[in-house]
T-cell receptor, first 112, second 113 residues
Framework: GQSLEQPSEVTAVEGAIVQINCTYQ??????LSWYQQHDGGAPTFLSY????GLEETGRFSSFLSRSDSYGYLLLQELQMKDSASYFC?????????????FGAGTQVVVTP | DVKVTQSSRYLVKRTGEKVFLECVQD?????MFWYRQDPGLGLRLIYF???????EKGDIPEGYSVSREKKERFSLILESASTNQTSMYLC????????????FGPGTRLTVT
């Protein structure tokens, strides 16, 4: 099975940088995904890392270190619209493709 | 754009009722999923289907069943609703080459009284 840990809440001001960490324990590892969910909305896919290193997509970047069982999502130049919950999700190598395990989510609060 | 729709945004049912939650996707995806989302617990997988009439239990299947008679439609059934099934239910689909990317519906907030 898997377990994931991420902080429950992070608060930052507009224009700042926020890093959301995700540590995981899996029986084997395949990849780490990140999703964003606004209040009342559907989760939407942000990024996926299967290999070590940084993946950049605009203001958001995602990092993975397989040796440390650790990843993070970096939100740069924070905007008010970035206020949302962010979930990491992992798939273990021995799990079927249906079984992604999601973290409990990190609520990001952006203040003016 | 992929579209995943769910039959209701809000639903109120009584204890013991049989409840059907419907999900439809328009991208010909092979895989479909049902999750429930509760505060502090994140998304927990109830069931998923990897093809028509094919299903696999997730982490919390007790009290639920599913049906997938057509590729685009995946139904979640609560045979006898209980108050501890009050939750947000999210449907998702996945297909093509992006095996790690799921597309979610808007969710159904179910209240069982």
């Amino acid at each position: 099975g898997q377990s994931l840990e991420q902080p429950s809440e992070v608060t930052a001001v507009e224009g700042a940088i926020v890093q959301i960490n995700c540590t995981y324990q899996t029986s084997g590892f395949y990849g780490l995904s990140w999703y964003q969910q606004h209040d009342g909305g559907a989760p939407t896919f942000l990024s996926y890392n299967a290999l070590d290193g940084l993946e950049e997509t605009g203001r958001f970047s995602s990092f993975l270190s397989r040796s440390d069982s650790y990843g993070y999502l970096l939100l740069q130049e924070l905007q008010m619209k970035d206020s949302a919950s962010y979930f990491c999700a992992v798939k273990g190598r021995t799990d079927s493709w249906g079984k992604f395990q999601f973290g409990a989510g990190t609520q990001v609060v952006v203040t003016p | 754009d992929v579209k995943v729709t769910q039959s209701s945004r809000y639903l109120v049912k009584r204890t013991g009722e049989k409840v059907f939650l419907e999900c439809v996707q328009d991208m010909d995806h092979e895989n479909m999923f049902w999750y429930r989302q509760d505060p502090g617990l994140g998304l927990r997988l109830i069931y998923f289907s990897y093809d028509v009439k094919m299903k696999e239990k997730g982490d919390i299947p007790e009290g639920y069943s599913v049906s997938r008679e057509k590729k685009e439609r995946f139904s979640l059934i609560l045979e006898s609703a209980s108050t501890n099934q009050t939750s947000m239910y999210l449907c998702a689909s996945r297909g093509g080459r992006a095996l790690y990317e799921q597309y979610f519906g808007p969710g159904t907030r179910l209240t069982v009284t």
